[in-house]
Structures are given as structure tokens and as C-alpha cells.
T-cell receptor, first 111, second 116 residues
């Protein structure tokens, strides 16, 4: 079993839709949860990070962590064509020495 | 554009060639990383450097040889690669090493490597 599972997609939605991206994980020691966005021909850039359980909101983006289910989500409201990218989840233990990434979900927002 | 640059952006090499990838960070960070990104696979951490000292080698084959002459520059020397080594190679930097609580890693744009 992979430490972090992420559906690779692609996920195709119309402009204005609410997008839900998800990852599941197996290591209950993970405490830091990150979402990176990677545009074509670019490196990943940090979108949001959350410590432990709970929700975090930043503009149109909301990150949720449910540690009891070992499940994290990223919601994008009012999706735009400019949101089309690959979204990577990543996790780390409290004093871990490396980030563990999901394989990434390709998102396409059609205008 | 991030403060991490990588050159070249694209590289095609034969299996007998020797080439090097270069990474430079302008953020004043102390830690630098090499990752391999293959299609539909998670990013794989290859090497970690802290203040020029290698702190992590993730069982990477010896045909990949990292070099970190100072805290701003990182190289990945390549020789006798295999076609399965074709991938996007990403460099990243962070203020501190992992293991010291959360600190954001900033990625460069990557070098797209094709091994023929």
C-alpha cells in the first residue's frame, strides 16, 4: 500500500464549478498536510498547508484534514480556467525528515 | 517566478554521455533538495543538502552524483544513464532542514531529461 494515495484524474469540470480534490494516507503520524499546484512546465508551488486536523480557508480555496479517516481534501470554489493544473498533496510527520507526496491530480477547468 | 532557477530546462542525452544539471537559489536558504518526478508517480526525494553537507541519499544509483559547493548552488552530475531515468528533475530549497518543524520548500521549474 502506498503511503499516500491520490487519484491522478484527469478531472474535467466547467468554469464556475466546485472542485473537490482528495488524498488518503496510511501513516497516522502525519501532522503537516500541504497542497501544491503545478502548472505545465513549472515546478510545484505551495498553495496551502494545514497542521493537524481542521479546516483552513484562503480565498476560493479550502483545505480540510480528517485525521480520524486519514483523508484530506482541497476544495476550489468558482473554478477558473487558470486553475487548470496538477494538484499534489504532500504530508510530513511532526519532526519528519521528508515530505511524502501523492502522485498528483490533473485538473482541467473548461471555459 | 520563484527564487530557485534550474538550467538547462531541457536535456537530451545518450546513455554514454556525461552531463550536469544546475540549480541556484536566491532565497538565502540553508537546505537544498533534488527530486525526480515521473509521469503519474509521486515526487521521489533523491538527495538533501544542509549547509553544503549531504544529509540524505535516498538509495539513489551511483550514476547520479550530487555536488553542493555552497548553500546557494546544487549540481546533479549524470553519467551512463538509462532510458528509465527520463523524468523531470526538480530542485528545491527551504530555510531549514526537514525535522525542524514545518518549513516550506520552494521548487525550481525543473529540467526535463530524456535519455535515449
Amino acid at each position: 500500500q502506498k503511503e499516500v494515495e491520490q487519484d491522478p484524474g484527469p478531472l474535467s469540470v466547467p468554469e464556475g464549478a466546485i472542485v473537490s480534490l482528495n488524498c488518503t494516507y496510511s501513516n497516522s503520524a502525519f501532522q503537516y498536510f500541504m497542497w501544491y499546484r503545478q502548472y505545465s512546465r513549472k515546478g510545484p508551488e505551495l498553495l496551502m498547508y494545514t497542521y493537524s486536523s481542521g479546516n483552513k480557508e484562503d480565498g476560493r480555496f479550502t483545505a480540510q484534514v480528517d485525521k480520524s479517516s486519514k483523508y484530506i481534501s482541497l476544495f476550489i470554489r468558482d473554478s477558473q480556467p487558470s486553475d487548470s493544473a496538477t494538484y499534489l498533496c504532500a504530508m510530513m510527520t511532526e519532526y519528519g525528515n521528508k515530505l511524502v507526496f501523492g502522485a498528483g491530480t490533473i485538473l482541467r477547468v473548461k471555459s | 517566478e520563484t527564487g530557485v532557477t534550474q538550467t538547462p530546462r531541457h536535456l537530451v542525452m545518450g546513455m554514454t554521455n556525461k552531463k550536469s544539471l544546475k540549480c541556484e537559489q536566491h532565497l538565502g536558504h540553508n537546505a537544498m533538495y533534488w527530486y525526480k518526478q515521473s509521469a503519474k508517480k509521486p515526487l521521489e526525494l533523491m538527495f538533501v543538502y544542509n549547509f553544503k553537507e549531504q544529509t540524505e541519499n535516498n538509495s539513489v544509483p551511483s550514476r547520479f552524483s550530487p555536488e553542493c559547493p555552497n548553500s546557494s548552488h546544487l549540481f546533479l552530475h549524470l553519467h551512463t544513464l538509462q532510458p528509465e531515468d527520463s523524468a523531470l528533475y526538480l530542485c528545491a530549497s527551504s530555510q531549514h532542514l526537514p525535522g525542524q518543524g514545518y518549513n516550506e520548500q520552494f521548487f525550481g521549474p525543473g529540467t526535463r531529461l530524456t535519455v535515449l
